[in-house]
């Protein structure tokens, strides 16, 4: 099936400090989701990419829809400690009829007051 | 908007018996509705796509008789974890696509121990 390779697997940071993870993929993707989940609960869509350039932002996020339509980043600005969790890539590939999300493994960011 | 239900949030059950948990659109319709389970520390794995009215396409792996889903409404999905064992033991989480949406919005899971 389709792979997407989130990284980094986890990130460690000050509080203040800004913070930047990634997906990429041999495939193209017509769509680029960013999730986040906290411990015990299920993802929250943080923001959606439609078209290839594309950067949007979300109060201290902003994630860009890659131009070749293989890959996606997400910055968070001034982190907070609140921002911890995991945080999710998932995507549509070009070929996928099903409109099943494709997810990364996932960037585990922990924030130190 | 874009509320995603399930119940329950966790449950605690014995080897042998049935479990069914219930997934809600709260403020949307939804053809489709996902299912999802989730190991600690790892990646969400799709199990199965729930579509309104019709029968449900499973992943390769999971067996269709064993986790039963019914999509009845355009707002509701149940998954049933049949004769379930210790190792059906897991955080099972579901999802809703909106019409016309390629946006999925996740419930809060259900926390599934089989004793």
């Known amino acids: 099936g389709q792979q997407l390779n989130q990284s980094p697997q986890s990130m460690f940071i000050q509080e203040g400090e800004d913070v930047s993870m990634n997906c990429t993929s041999s495939?193209?993707?017509?769509?680029w989701l960013w999730y986040k989940q906290e411990p015990g609960e299920g993802p929250v869509l943080l923001i959606a990419l439609y078209k290839a350039g594309e950067l949007t932002s979300n109060g201290r996020l902003t994630a860009q829809f890659g131009i070749t339509r293989k890959d996606s980043f997400l910055n968070i600005s001034a982190s907070i400690p609140s921002d911890v969790g995991i945080y999710f890539c998932a995507g549509h590939p070009k070929n996928n009829a099903g409109n099943m999300l494709t997810f990364g493994g996932g960037t585990r960011l922990m924030v130190k007051p | 908007g874009a509320v995603v239900s399930q119940h329950p949030s966790r449950v605690i059950c014995k080897s042998g018996t049935s479990v069914k948990i219930e997934c809600r659109s709260l403020?949307?319709?939804?053809?489709?509705m996902f299912w999802y389970r989730q190991f600690p520390k790892q990646s969400l794995m799709l199990m199965a796509t729930?579509?309104?009215?019709?029968?449900?396409?499973?992943e390769q792996g999971v067996e269709k008789d064993k986790f039963l889903i019914n999509h009845a409404s355009l707002t509701l999905s149940t998954l049933t974890v049949t004769s379930a064992h210790p190792e059906d033991s897991s955080f099972y989480i579901c999802s809703a696509r909106p019409l016309s949406s390629y946006e999925q919005y996740f419930g809060p899971g259900t926390r599934l121990t089989v004793t």
């Open positions: 403020d949307f319709q939804a053809t489709t």
């Open positions: 495939s193209i993707f017509n769509t």
């Open positions: 729930s579509n309104e009215g019709s029968k449900a396409t499973y």
